[in-house]
């Protein structure tokens, strides 16, 4: 479950989040149900089709883009699941070589009911992929803020090509790695975490309005896991006209590192204990495939995601 803030009409501001029944809209502290019970599978099956051919049209497009690059199985992996709880996995996934041999890595963890959610992290994978791979040589920087500008661009013309799709969103966790060196990026609550010498290190914040609020010291951590508001996002792709993603790097990698991204339906099922236990060892799909079993085991609430690649040094 997600959410995002919204300011009104008349300059109030709003949370706007999903449970697994319907949309809610809330202020700092009462919350009200949207009216009509919001975007629900009813409303998916009407229209289903048209969405699914649009859907299919990204997804094909996606496909050609990595059709002309190379991929190196035994040094990376993206594994996506649907989890136990959620009819659909609005989650989507990208580990790919560009044609001067860069890694490209990303999670993007879909906002906006079924239909958005689906549409919103396709475009914004396939936007990071098509932009990146045409411009492989730039500054690892500016082309990351430049990937994640137009990705930004593209959700929010899309939300606004139909009813049914707007306030749409996603987050947007990517790192792009050049030899033993890698830039991180993310807007939003999806993760990129790094382990050296079997130490667990988160290398992105979270943009979420309670993860804000520990950091200004305002909530406890006790406070914070108890939130209503703990998966409120506050930057994403498609929320607003612009994003402002972190970046971070350059991050030297040494050999036998590993960089994990993820969605929050992995690390919040399961520990950061058990995350750096299971990078430990094994190839990048069976690390991939071990934490969404756990994640699993955990209860599986939500989409669960991960990407893993692992440096030769």
């Known amino acids: 479950m997600h959410g995002r803030l919204s300011l009104s ?3 109030q501001v709003q949370v706007i989040f999903e449970t697994d029944s319907a ?3 809330g202020g700092t502290i009462n919350m ?3 009216g009509g019970g919001g975007k629900e599978v009813v409303k998916m099956l009407s229209l289903r089709r048209r969405e699914r051919k649009a859907q299919n049209d990204v997804i094909r497009d ?5 059709a002309k690059t190379k991929v190196m199985p035994e040094r ?5 699941d649907r989890g136990l709880k959620r009819p659909t996995n609005q989650d989507r996934v990208l580990a790919q070589e560009l044609p001067n041999e860069s890694i490209l890595l990303a999670v993007a963890d879909g906002v906006g009911g079924i239909e958005g959610g689906e549409t919103a992290s ?4 396939e936007a990071l992929l098509t932009e990146l791979a ?3 040589d730039d500054e690892p920087t500016a082309a990351l803020a430049r990937a994640f500008s137009v990705a930004n661009e593209r959700v929010r013309a899309r939300a ?5 799709l707007e306030g749409m969103a996603s987050t947007l966790a990517a790192a792009l790695v050049r030899g033993n060196t890698a830039w991180v990026a993310n807007a939003g609550d999806s993760r990129v975490y790094r382990v050296h010498k079997a130490q667990l290190q988160q290398l992105t914040m979270d943009h979420t309005w309670v993860a804000e609020q520990l950091r200004a010291g305002r909530l406890t951590d006790e406070e914070a896991k108890r939130s209503a508001f703990r998966n409120v996002i506050t930057r994403g792709i498609g929320i607003a006209n612009a994003v402002e993603p972190d970046i971070v790097g350059p991050v030297t990698l040494e050999k036998g590192d590993v960089l994990l991204l993820c969605s929050d339906g992995l690390y919040r099922a399961v520990s950061d204990a058990q995350i750096a236990s299971v990078l430990g060892s094994g190839t990048p799909h069976s690390m991939a495939e071990r934490l969404i079993r756990l994640a699993n085991d955990a209860g599986g609430p939500d989409n669960i995601s991960a990407v893993v690649f692992r440096t030769d040094g």
């Open 32 to 34: 009200r149900p949207r």
């Open 62 to 66: 996606t496909h050609a883009q990595a």
């Open 122 to 125: 396709a475009e914004a994978i």
């Open 134 to 136: 045409n411009a492989p």
């Open 160 to 164: 606004g090509e139909r009813p049914e």
């Open 76 to 80: 990376m992996a993206a594994l996506t």
């Open 23 to 25: 949309p809610l809209v």
């Open 9 to 11: 009409a008349d300059c």
